[in-house]
């Protein structure tokens, strides 16, 4: 089922895609973790044309915890040795947009880079979760652009200011809670062209295993996001610019680049 969170008369809502509608639930999206169909089914409120709202960001993360290097075919492309064990960097809330939302490319940056990403939503707290109980705790998941200032990046020789900016982190449109993360793909486009296209089969390491390694070093809270790295391709937003990322099973997440005034 694909959860989103949509604005209607300015409030913020719950729902879920049903073809061409939005069902309205009464519930906030967390209070669906795990939720069988006949709760479901007992908080519709009305349903909603997919044109009559305007979909939002699907959770308000404490924290995006992200990783670097994790797909086999990025590492070809790099020509670096693969990773033995994950290695993480966290985006601030305040980074956080939803589908539709315009990027803003700092007056510090020249060159601003887009990275799809597969997302993975936390339904319940973890702490030192085991790889085996690690999907006990996703909720579902999603689409991340893990935009990145590169040249920023190059200067500092870290990533914290570089991925921190606010508005690089688009997250959305949907949260897929019956997604299996396995041979699906993943593409970016930029202006319609493609950039990347590849697939989650390729990654290092599993959600499972990241979500296992990141809750033994940190507390993981409901409605966290794990940003599972990129695949090769990336590369640079022109100004005005969009970028639409699809995932396979989940949707498209399409966001403008445009230049802070």
Request: glycine share 6%; hydrophobic share 35%.
């Amino acid at each position: 089922m694909k959860f989103l969170r949509f604005k209607h008369n300015d409030e913020i809502k719950t729902g879920y895609l049903s073809e061409e509608k939005v069902i309205e639930l009464q519930g906030d999206i967390l209070d669906y973790f795990n939720a069988d169909n006949h709760k479901i089914d007992e908080d519709i409120v009305k349903s909603h044309p997919v044109d009559d709202i305007e979909i939002t960001k699907p959770v308000d993360p404490s924290k995006v915890v992200c990783v670097g290097l994790n797909y086999k075919d990025h590492a070809d492309e790099l020509e670096m040795a693969l990773p033995d064990h994950p290695i993480i960097f966290i985006k601030p809330s305040s980074s956080v947009i939803g589908p539709d939302e315009n990027i803003v490319n700092p007056p510090e940056s020249k060159q601003v880079d887009y990275e799809a990403e597969l997302g993975v939503v936390i339904g319940k707290d973890c702490r030192r979760v085991s790889v085996d109980e690690a999907a006990d705790y996703i909720f579902g998941y999603t689409i991340v652009n893990d935009v990145t200032a590169r040249d920023l990046q190059e200067y500092d020789d870290q990533w914290t200011r570089s991925k921190s900016y606010d508005t690089f982190c688009p997250i959305g449109p949907v949260i897929e809670n019956e997604f299996i993360p396995e041979d699906k793909k993943i593409q970016s486009f930029v202006n319609g062209e493609t950039r990347q296209d590849s697939n989650i089969s390729n990654m290092i390491f599993s959600p499972f295993e990241l979500l296992s390694y990141m809750s033994n070093v940190m507390t993981l809270k409901a409605g966290d996001v794990i940003a599972t790295g990129t695949p090769p391709g990336v590369g640079p937003i022109t100004a005005d610019g969009t970028v639409e990322i699809k995932i396979e099973g989940i949707g498209t997440l399409s966001n403008k680049l445009i230049r802070e005034d």
